[in-house]
């Protein structure tokens, strides 16, 4: 098994008062430690015939599934990704997220 750091996976929630007007952030949901994956020829050719295009794949170890409202990742390096592919993994109780870079990064609102 790598380990190659801990992803905290999140979601992006309006975090504004009632009656105020919408603050959207990212809030933490779980994290996970992770392993960078080589990306292999079929899973290119599928990405370059569907039109879509993806910066880091990446296997979560000890996480059976990701969690249901989370939408985003932050790797250790700092750099947000967007969920693009969810593949599980039961048997060796694994996930492996395909991950696409944002352009621009969202705040994330403070663990207090």
């Known amino acids: 098994m790598r380990d190659d750091g801990i992803l905290t996976f999140y ?7 009632p009656g105020r007007m919408p603050v959207e952030k990212l809030v933490s949901v779980s994290i996970a430690y992770y392993g960078r994956r080589t990306v292999g020829v079929t899973r290119l050719y599928a990405a370059a015939g569907a039109n879509r295009n993806f910066d880091v794949l990446v296997r979560c170890y000890n996480t059976p599934s990701v969690p249901g409202n989370a939408k985003y990742v932050i790797l250790e390096d700092g750099k947000q990704y967007r969920i ?24 994330v609102a403070s663990e207090t």
């Open 84 to 107: 693009d592919a969810v593949q599980e993994m039961v048997d060796i109780d694994a996930v492996d997220l395909t991950l696409v870079r944002l352009e621009e990064f969202y705040d």
């Open 11 to 17: 979601e992006l929630s309006n975090i504004s008062l």
